[in-house]
């Protein structure tokens, strides 16, 4: 769970800034039956520390009554990205070496201007969730 002194950071004046799930984890979603109203529950969750926090911008978060894990890499908390998806029956946890590439996965994220977001919805590599239209 997230340390109480990490949450303030996590929370943007005004609420929650942006929510993505790349194209790979969006079709592994539809997949296992995980809307994008369930994802959007879970961010809530995540907001309020729910969440296990694995360090350098990584988190993961059980979703689907438990039965899935999700890990969402963010940028300065202000934009989530649900990356992975693995059922819990498949397998206990991600490998160490995993751990260390979503990190580095977060590093880069976290460099991504607003033109580089962009561009990654316009080429549907990333699909953006829980905004108004």
């Keep these: 769970m997230l ?9 943007k004046p005004g609420g929650l800034d942006r929510v993505f799930k790349t194209a790979w984890f969006a079709k592994e979603a539809r997949k296992a039956k995980i809307t994008d109203n369930e994802l959007c529950r ?7 520390g729910q969440v296990d926090d694995l360090g350098g911008g990584v988190y993961k978060k059980r979703l689907n009554d438990n039965m899935h894990r999700s890990i969402i890499v963010a940028k300065a ?6 990356t992975y998806l693995y059922a819990k029956k498949d ?12 990190k580095k996965l977060a590093k880069n994220y976290s460099s991504a201007g607003d033109a580089r977001i962009a561009a990654l919805l316009i080429e549907k590599e990333l699909l953006e ?4 239209d």
Excluded: T
């Design 91 to 102: 397998r206990e946890n991600i490998a160490p070496d995993e751990l260390a590439a979503f």
């Design 42 to 48: 879970a961010i809530d969750q995540v907001m309020q």
């Design 77 to 82: 908390g202000l934009h989530w990205r649900y």
């Design 3 to 11: 340390e109480k002194s990490l949450k303030p950071a996590l929370l």
């Design 129 to 132: 969730i829980c905004h108004d």
